[in-house]
């Protein structure tokens, strides 16, 4: 069964840090992989979504990598500023069915 | 575009009581999804539905149930609420189940004491 996991579960750096969020999955066999972000009180907005044949996605301060023979994903934000504050959640779409199995997050403070 | 809107954003529910939580879409998706988030934990998908008249169950779907009569709606229905059922559910659609991006509503956060 997929497992997606998420470490550290918060994170704490001040203004202006680069930084890395990880994403860990047990099974290699996924169709993509999504980041998102999470606000209190709003929804999801997705950032970015890597296809299994692809290795990095890119938006803005945002880079994405995916690695699917290690099962690992990791979200780099770079010159990191207090509106980046949120959780960060990591999601894996198999290959064979159409859910996504997500991650717990991990709760990302930036202090000014 | 409104994109993804869900009613309410908060209630209060009795043990034993029912209650319809409302989602629409305006992005004509073909796809649309009702998942809940417990405290700490990833989205679990509940049921999800790949075009009007068409639903099927995800990995947690005891205990609720769902319609699909028009493209835009896809209410969830929660039959003798129990304090399990106390969570924050999210509705979103995407245009297909594999290669695009979901899209998400504001959610409904509902306790059942």
């Known amino acids: 069964k997929q497992e997606v996991t998420q470490i550290p579960a918060a994170l704490s750096v001040p203004e202006g840090e680069n930084l890395v969020l990880n994403c860990s999955f047990t099974?290699?066999?996924?169709?993509?992989l999504q980041w998102f972000r999470q606000d209190p009180g709003k929804g999801l907005t997705s950032l970015l979504l890597i296809q299994s044949s692809q290795r990095e996605q890119t938006s803005g301060r945002l880079n994405a990598s995916l690695d699917k023979s290690s099962g690992r994903s990791t979200l780099y934000i770079a010159a990191s500023q207090p509106g980046d504050s949120a959780t960060y959640l990591c999601?894996?779409?198999?290959?064979?069915?159409?859910?996504?199995?997500w991650g717990a997050g991990t709760k990302l403070i930036i202090k000014p | 575009n409104a994109g993804v809107t869900q009613t309410p954003k908060f209630r209060i529910l009795k043990i034993g009581q029912s209650m319809t939580l409302q989602c629409t879409q305006d992005m004509n998706h073909n796809y649309m999804y009702w998942y809940r988030q417990d405290p700490g934990m990833g989205l679990k998908l509940i049921y999800y539905s790949v075009g009007a008249g068409i639903t099927d169950k995800g990995e947690v779907p005891n205990g609720y149930n769902v319609s699909r009569s028009t493209t835009e709606d896809f209410p969830l229905r929660l039959e003798l609420a129990a304090p399990s059922q106390t969570s924050v559910y999210f509705c979103?659609?995407?245009?297909?189940?594999?290669?695009?991006?979901?899209?998400f509503g504001p959610g409904t956060r509902l306790t059942v004491t």
């Open positions: 099974d290699s066999a996924i169709y993509n």
């Open positions: 999601a894996v779409r198999e290959d064979s069915n159409y859910q996504l199995i």
């Open positions: 979103a659609s995407s245009y297909s189940h594999r290669g695009h991006e979901q899209y």
